[in-house]
């Protein structure tokens, strides 16, 4: 992997840094209830990448684990500044949910799709091309549109 694939990221506060060193399995916006709760705000952000794509740097995140749809999830957190940076689940094996919002460069990606559409806020009004959804569908499915996207 060549340098300019390098994507770097950090909490607000900048204590906590890492970096992307291998390709996203897939990125997606949520709209259901509990990610509304979670992020305090409309909808969430999440990229998953494999375990082995993260590099920390010196100050590793703190960790929270709580139940999130009947899943114990565990939440990866600036000490400092509280700013989420990833999720991890034991249900989803060496993988993480990175909150893309922390990379310093947040260009080079975009959602490919919307989950759980039935439950977004009424004034979301997409029209951006992007695929939705009424509830969650497969993950198989939000890789291959990834995929897709990278032709
Ligand atoms: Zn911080
Ligand atoms: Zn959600």
């Not at 034991?90 to 959602?111: E, Q």
Request: net charge negative.
């Amino acid at each position: 992997m060549n340098q300019e694939k390098l994507h770097k990221g950090s909490c607000q506060c900048g204590t906590v840094e890492y970096t992307l060193v291998g390709e996203p399995l897939t990125c997606y916006s949520c709209h259901c209830t509990r990610c509304q709760t979670l992020s305090g705000s409309a909808f969430t952000l999440s990229m998953v990448v494999s375990f082995d794509a993260l590099e920390l740097g010196s100050v590793k995140p703190s960790e929270v684990r709580f139940l999130h749809k009947d899943t114990e999830v565990v939440r990866h957190f600036c000490e400092k500044c509280a700013t989420t940076l990833w999720f991890s689940s034991d249900a989803i094996p060496g993988f993480s949910a990175i909150k893309p919002g922390t990379f310093n460069d947040t260009t080079w990606y975009k959602p490919v799709a919307h989950l759980w559409m039935s439950s977004a806020q009424p004034w979301v009004k997409l029209d951006d091309g992007i695929k939705q959804y009424d509830t969650q569908p497969e993950m198989r499915e939000l890789v291959e549109l990834w995929q897709e996207g990278m032709d």
